[in-house]
T-cell receptor
Framework: AQTVTQSQPEMSVQEAETVTLSCTYD???????LFWYKQPPSRQMILVIR??????QNATENRFSVNFQKAAKSFSLKISDSQLGDAAMYFC??????????FGQGTTLQVKP | EAGVVQSPRYKIIEKKQPVAFWCNPI?????LYWYRQNLGQGPELLIR????????DSQLPKDRFSAERLKGVDSTLKIQPAELGDSAVYLC????????????????FGSGTQLSVL
């Protein structure tokens, strides 16, 4: 069975600094997608970034980038130039062609001014 | 363009009472999902619809939970009777899935209904 693990329940970063959130996953599939979602207090899940497993190049979206290590089944999120609005809960998620989206336990990110 | 709309935003009920949640997906989205999110955890899928058909309800506790998606648009999730352990946020999401693509490629989520069972 596929699983997603986030081992950091809480992280904090100083405004304008860089922070990395960790995620590992387990699967026997060769074709899948990985995602990072942001959930602010409004509860609405917002897609931050996604990575197709067959692509070797790491995805980047403005200040957000990932480090995708397929062999190690690792998928970390780097947030550069952190802003107060980045404070939220971040979820790593996995999906394959089963249609099921599997989430990790989440990491609460605090941004200090 | 309106996003995924859910109501109510909050619901407080006593145990053994029934409760219903409503979701209106983004116009044109043929796939609809209900997730349950317990406090401090990630969402877990309860049921997935493709148009009117429930294609994955393996995680739905069918003894007390039911869902419907009439006409393949809005959906209602019901709990009867509610138990203390049902307290959670219930999230609805939608996506568009064309033949040969994965429905999960891009999901849009609503703001959820926070249920408190006393």
């Amino acid at each position: 069975a596929q699983t997603v693990t986030q081992s950091q329940p809480e992280m904090s970063v100083q405004e304008a600094e860089t922070v990395t959130l960790s995620c590992t996953y387990d699967t026997s599939e060769s074709d899948y997608y990985l995602f990072w979602y942001k959930q602010p207090p409004s509860r609405q899940m917002i897609l931050v970034i996604r990575q197709e497993a067959y692509k070797q190049q790491n995805a980047t979206e403005n200040r957000f980038s990932v480090n995708f290590q397929k062999a190690a089944k690792s998928f970390s999120l780097k947030i550069s130039d952190s802003q107060l609005g980045d404070a939220a809960m971040y979820f790593c998620a996995y999906t394959s062609n089963t249609g099921k989206l599997i989430f990790g336990q989440g990491t609460t990110l605090q941004v200090k001014p | 363009e309106a996003g995924v709309v859910q109501s109510p935003r909050y619901k407080i009920i006593e145990k053994k009472q029934p409760v219903a949640f409503w979701c209106n997906p983004i116009s044109g989205h043929n796939t609809l999902y209900w997730y349950r999110q317990n406090l401090g955890q990630g969402p877990e899928l309860l049921i997935r619809y493709e148009n009117e058909e429930a294609v994955d309800d393996s995680q739905l506790p069918k003894d007390r939970f039911s869902a419907e998606r009439l006409k393949g648009v809005d959906s209602t999730l019901k709990i009867q009777p509610a138990e203390l352990g049902d307290s959670a946020v219930y999230l609805c999401a939608s996506s568009f899935s064309a033949g040969g693509t994965w429905a999960n490629e891009k999901l849009f989520f609503g703001s959820g209904t926070q249920l408190s069972v006393l």
